[in-house]
Each structure stands twice: as structure tokens, then as C-alpha cells.
């Protein structure tokens, strides 16, 4: 199990739950869950993605949970969760699908987010009986189905199979992170962040992500060399906003766009100028808005949806209009 080393002051600081429990998957593989805001509020899930865990929503759960009931848990390996050699799309899938079952009532409805690998949980997960009867639309931030490896501008060569070859042995590497340290911040700020990252958003992430144990990281990284989700986009069939970072190396905005042609009820792709992978600590105002927005258009009394080519317009729209801002700022 991991150390926790997360920020103990400021906005990323891991708010207290109201209460905790433990959700057991399928393999019997044990996760720890937080409920955070009044039991009776409408429900968000927040699934975190690869090296991370539940403080990495702190900024969320500390807006949402004044009037939603927001559920976060820790993926298996991560944070307070165990780890298990069972690591694969399908225990993403087993475990998203214990943690609905075990906090929501049955006809329960809650807008799920999912960041990275928490994002590809979401997209295993889509054909599954517990997430069609709980999803109530989809937050997909930062994410991809397929060609993580291929795609990852982290090394900054031209597409091809040195790129891929080196991507593949850094992202891969059994090396152990270390402490937190001036360099350690540059790297990691390189690699997952924008340029224009502020400190204390490195230092949270980096705290974050060095609390990962290397094993784990070095597993699930394996799992996501071989990542091809495709059909579980196509098996996403609730409302779906896309969020992307123009900035992001680890899975760039081409694959938001890949999302947004192949979801059945895209309802929007929001690309952040200047904001690299780790959206919801980066430009957490847009995620925490996009989030509300969803709740209140599909998480309370059903909403209506898009259809496949009405959703792709106002993908557009909204993309567009939101770069503009950024740029204008």
C-alpha cells in the first residue's frame, strides 16, 4: 500500500469525508471509498487516474460536496487501496462497478468523472450492468481508448518508432520516483503539466504521484502500453463532455477528438489552452464547472440527450469557444 504524501494546506489539500468504506470488487480486491457532502444531494463519482489517488479530486470534492453527494475512491494499488496482481481493464471495470454498487441506492443516478486511467475505468466499464444503471452522463478528462504509447509526446521526436520505443521504456520504468525534489518537480512538470503550472499545483501532484509505489506504477503502466478501449467508447451511451489540455503530452488532444467522433452522445469537447494532463488540479474551475453543468442538464430528473451528429457540433462549439476565452485571457 502506498505512503500518502499529499499536501496538508491549501486547495489541494484532501478534504475529511463525512464517511468511509470499503467497496469489495469482484477478485475480492479491497478499495477504499470516500463519501463526501449530504447523503441525499446528487451524486458524483470521481475515478482518478494512473500513480494517483482520491486527494487528487481535492479541489472538486471541496466545491461539489457543498450540495452533492460526491464518491471517490482509490483505484486498487493507489492510496489506502491494496494492491493485487490482478491488474487489467477488466478489474478497472470490476472495481468501478463494486464502488457504485456499494454507495448508491438502487435507481440511483450519478454523473461520473474519470480522469486518465479513471477515464478508461469509465470506458471498460460501459457495458456493464451496474455502470448503465447508475451513469447518469460521463466527465471524460484528460483520456484515451488506444495508442497511449504511440500517441505520448512526452519525448519530443517525431512520431515513429524511436519515439514510441523510448516512450514506451520511460513510462514503463521499474525506477523508483524518490522524494519530492526541485528536479523531481521539473520532470514531472515537463512530462504531466503546462508551462504555465503554478507551483503549488506541481507540489501536489508530485506528492501525489511519488506516493505511488513503483510496483504499481510500473504494472498498471504495462496495462496501458496495451490499452485499446475503442469499442467501450461505442458502448458509452450516455450524455459524455470531453475535457483535454492543449498542452498535454501524456494523451493529447487528438485523442479528445477520437472520442468525440466515436461517442454515441458526445455532448461536448472543451480543449484548455496552455493546460497540460493533470486537468482538474491544472484548471480546476473548468472541471468542477463541467461537472455541475452536467448534473444539472442530465443527473437530476434525466435531461435529454444529443444525437450522435448534434452532439458533434456542439462538440465543436464548445471547444472553439472555450480556446478563445483561454487566449483572450
Known amino acids: 500500500m502506498s505512503r ?25 480486491a479491497r478499495l477504499h471509498v470516500e463519501v463526501h457532502g449530504p447523503e441525499d444531494a446528487p451524486a458524483v ?27 471517490a475512491y482509490d483505484q486498487r494499488g493507489h492510496g489506502r487501496s491494496p494492491a493485487s496482481p490482478a491488474c487489467s481493464t477488466d478489474t478497472l471495470a470490476d472495481d468501478l462497478e463494486a464502488v457504485l454498487l456499494a454507495t448508491l441506492a438502487p435507481g440511483e443516478k450519478a454523473v461520473i468523472a474519470g480522469h486518465s486511467m479513471g477515464g478508461m475505468t469509465v470506458m471498460a466499464a ?3 450492468p451496474a455502470f448503465r444503471a447508475h451513469a447518469a452522463a460521463v466527465l471524460l478528462c484528460s483520456t484515451g481508448s488506444s495508442r497511449l504509447v504511440a500517441e505520448s509526446t512526452v519525448v519530443p521526436l517525431r512520431a515513429g518508432r524511436l519515439r514510441t520505443w523510448l516512450t514506451r521504456h520511460i513510462l514503463g520504468s521499474r525506477a523508483p520516483l524518490g522524494p519530492v525534489t526541485p528536479l523531481a518537480r521539473r520532470i514531472l512538470k515537463y512530462a504531466t503539466m503546462g508551462a504555465g503550472s503554478a507551483p503549488h499545483m506541481v507540489e501536489a501532484c508530485a506528492r501525489i504521484v511519488h506516493a505511488c509505489p513503483r510496483t504499481v506504477r510500473y504494472t498498471w503502466a504495462h496495462v496501458l502500453e496495451l490499452l485499446d478501449l475503442d469499442h467501450g467508447v461505442r458502448e458509452l451511451r450516455v450524455p459524455t463532455a470531453v475535457i483535454a489540455g492543449s498542452a498535454d503530452r501524456l494523451t493529447p488532444a487528438v485523442h479528445a477528438r477520437a472520442l468525440a ?31 455541475r453543468t452536467l448534473v444539472t442538464e442530465y443527473g437530476r430528473a434525466g435531461g435529454t440527450t444529443d444525437t450522435q451528429s448534434g452532439g458533434a457540433a456542439r462538440a465543436q462549439a464548445d471547444a472553439t469557444t472555450y480556446t478563445q476565452v483561454k487566449e483572450g485571457a
Do not use: N
Not at 499536501?7 to 475480492?28: C, E, K, M
Open 4 to 28: 500518502l504524501r499529499h499536501v496538508a494546506t491549501g486547495p489541494y489539500a484532501p478534504p475529511v469525508p463525512a464517511r468511509v468504506l470499503t467497496a469489495v470488487s469482484a477478485d475480492g
Open 126 to 128: 460501459s457495458a456493464r
Open 261 to 291: 467522433a466515436a461517442l454515441p452522445q458526445c455532448v461536448g469537447v472543451t480543449e484548455l489552452a496552455g493546460v497540460g494532463h493533470m486537468t482538474p488540479v491544472e484548471a480546476p474551475e473548468a472541471v468542477t464547472g463541467r461537472i
Open 45 to 71: 463519482v470521481l475515478a482518478h487516474g494512473w500513480t494517483c489517488s482520491t486527494a487528487f479530486w481535492a479541489a472538486q470534492i471541496r466545491d461539489l460536496a457543498a450540495d452533492h453527494k460526491v464518491i
